[in-house]
């Protein structure tokens, strides 16, 4: 995903000789894995001539938004306070620029909820 989402070409033998050969991954798991990602919506694909071109359906931020969606709703069974609490205990550790990135989005959403939707 990451070379997908970097611009990198999807086709499978493209994606193998930038990522596979030096980590001594065959090309036949490189295409089952592209087919894999692409039949759980990861990937969208064309046919071009012999082989299927793949590129990312949607941008590393969707992903990971989803991702942790998932996370909240499944494993914590709507316990958003200790998601909350955890979520910020990580983000200050991750350093004061993100705490304040954090507050800036939150402020950013109170002035949404305020307006109302339109």
Same mark, same amino acid.
Do not use: C
């Given at each position: 995903?990451?070379?997908?989402? !970097?611009g990198g070409d999807g086709e499978a033998k493209a994606v193998h000789a930038a990522l596979g050969k030096r980590?001594?991954?065959?090309?036949?798991?490189?295409? !089952?894995?592209?087919?894999?990602?692409?039949?759980?919506?990861? =990937?969208?694909? #064309?046919?071009?001539?012999? *082989? +299927? /071109?793949?590129?990312?359906? &949607?941008?590393?931020? #969707?992903? +990971?938004?989803?991702?942790?969606?998932?996370?909240? &709703? $499944? =494993?914590?069974?709507?316990? *958003?306070?200790? /998601?909350? !609490?955890?979520?910020? #205990?990580?983000?200050?550790?991750? &350093?004061?620029?993100?705490? $304040?990135?954090? $507050?800036? =989005?939150? *402020?950013?959403?109170?002035?949404? =909820? $305020?307006?109302?939707?339109?």
């Amino acid at each position: 995903m990451n070379h997908l989402w !970097s611009g990198g070409d999807g086709e499978a033998k493209a994606v193998h000789a930038a990522l596979g050969k030096r980590r001594g991954i065959t090309l036949n798991t490189i295409q !089952s894995t592209l087919k894999r990602l692409f039949e759980k919506g990861l =990937l969208e694909r #064309d046919k071009v001539s012999h *082989a +299927h /071109v793949y590129r990312a359906r &949607g941008s590393r931020e #969707d992903f +990971h938004r989803g991702l942790l969606g998932e996370l909240v &709703g $499944e =494993l914590m069974h709507g316990q *958003a306070e200790a /998601v909350v !609490s955890a979520f910020v #205990d990580l983000t200050e550790r991750a &350093g004061p620029e993100h705490l $304040e990135r954090l $507050e800036a =989005l939150v *402020a950013e959403r109170r002035r949404k =909820l $305020e307006r109302g939707p339109r």
